[in-house]
């Protein structure tokens, strides 16, 4: 199996523009999470999808951030406009439902000047 | 209030040392605890489960209090290899079945 996977590994955007992370979870697991982490406020959960849905989104910052999960396989966070206080490592991560694992993608080096 | 606090470090132990990290945690309803390891500009990896009764996993040991809202890990006879952060995680099923990560405590064993 090849994990969970992210792109691109490394973002580097000017401020306003828009941002697009994308995250393909582990075949047959039906939770998906996006961190965000930072040096001063760790790992921090964005938002939370089961089964494609979103359950929890209060993690997420403000308006400027949107995430989906269209189907199974696929899901996107997206940031418009970026802003320099958005630079961080985004972290994809999944979790089958009878597994207490979640499995993380090797992340999404973002930063905006 | 956070829902996992870690003691952010950092830890500077020799080899061969023991150390120990604990982690506090805000919500009584928690079900599951877990240690994860995350290496320099890596992805965190599961370390081991917590269980109620204690468990250890060659030279590390997990124990969970849960009166006392409580997690902790010790290693022993540390190596240069554990060197890395170690996150302290709670997952919560009463507010949706997430998993919470403290900051991490940060280990670098010395030769």
């Known amino acids: 199996d090849a994990g969970v996977i992210q792109s691109p590994r490394h973002e580097v955007t000017e401020m306003g523009q828009e941002v697009t992370l994308r995250c393909k979870p582990i075949?047959?697991?039906?939770?998906l999470f996006w961190y965000r982490q930072t040096m001063m406020r760790g790992l921090e959960l964005l938002i939370y999808?089961?089964?494609?849905?979103?359950?929890?989104d209060s993690g997420m910052p403000e308006d400027r951030f949107s995430a989906k999960m269209p189907n199974a396989s696929f899901s996107t966070l997206k940031i418009q406009p970026s802003e320099p206080r958005d630079s961080a490592v985004y972290f994809c991560a999944s979790r089958e439902a009878q597994s207490t694992e979640a499995f993380f993608g090797q992340g999404t080096r973002l930063t905006v000047v | 209030r956070k829902e996992v606090e870690q003691d952010p470090g950092p830890f500077n132990v020799p080899e061969g040392a023991t150390v120990a990290f604990n982690c506090t945690y805000s919500n009584s309803a928690s079900q599951s605890f877990f240690w994860y390891r995350q290496d320099c500009r890596k992805e965190p990896k599961l370390l081991m489960s917590?269980?109620?009764s204690g468990n250890e996993d060659g030279r590390f040991t997990a124990q969970l209090n849960r009166a006392s809202q409580y997690i902790s890990l010790l290693i022993r006879d540390s190596k240069l290899s554990d060197s890395a952060t170690y996150l302290c995680?709670?997952?919560?099923?009463?507010?949706?079945?997430?998993?919470?990560f403290g900051t991490g405590t940060s280990l670098t064993v010395i030769p």
């Open positions: 917590v269980y109620s």
């Open positions: 999808f089961n089964n494609n849905v979103p359950i929890d």
């Open positions: 075949s047959g697991h039906n939770s």
């Open positions: 995680v709670v997952r919560t099923t009463n507010t949706g079945n997430q998993f919470y």
